[in-house]
């Protein structure tokens, strides 16, 4: 079981909040195609390591992408909030329905952490 998920530098855990920038190919045009959602899963198989984003899509629907960490259809991986959780793989949150779903609690981050990132 993997912990952490490095990509180009910046490394995501399991509960983060993220945007993922695919690649998309329409006819001869390319276009960025933005996914947000829960990191629930991230499987460690070395040179095939994966990760499993979750998002609550219209009507409710949970919708779940299983990426590849070295496919280049990723454009980008951004952060939008950090979650505190204490497992591994968030499977439990499929069977939560509303709000609860997508709710993870939210890391603390003390003021020395958050100081450089605001001067910056």
């Not at 968030?90 to 069977?95: A, I, N």
């Amino acid at each position: 079981m993997a912990k952490y998920l490095d990509f180009k530098n910046k490394q995501f855990s399991v509960g983060d909040t993220v945007r993922v920038h695919f690649n998309v190919k329409d006819g001869d045009k390319t276009r960025i195609q933005i996914f947000e959602g829960i990191l629930i899963a991230i499987a460690n198989r070395e040179a095939g390591k994966t990760f499993t984003v979750r998002k609550i899509a219209a009507s409710g629907i949970g919708v779940e992408k299983i990426v590849p960490v070295g496919s280049p259809v990723i454009a980008d991986i951004e952060m939008v909030t950090q979650g505190d959780v204490r497992r591994g793989k968030l499977y439990y949150l499929r069977g939560r329905v509303g709000k609860g779903a997508s709710r993870v609690k939210k890391a603390v981050i003390s003021k020395e952490e958050a100081a450089p990132a605001i001067t910056q």
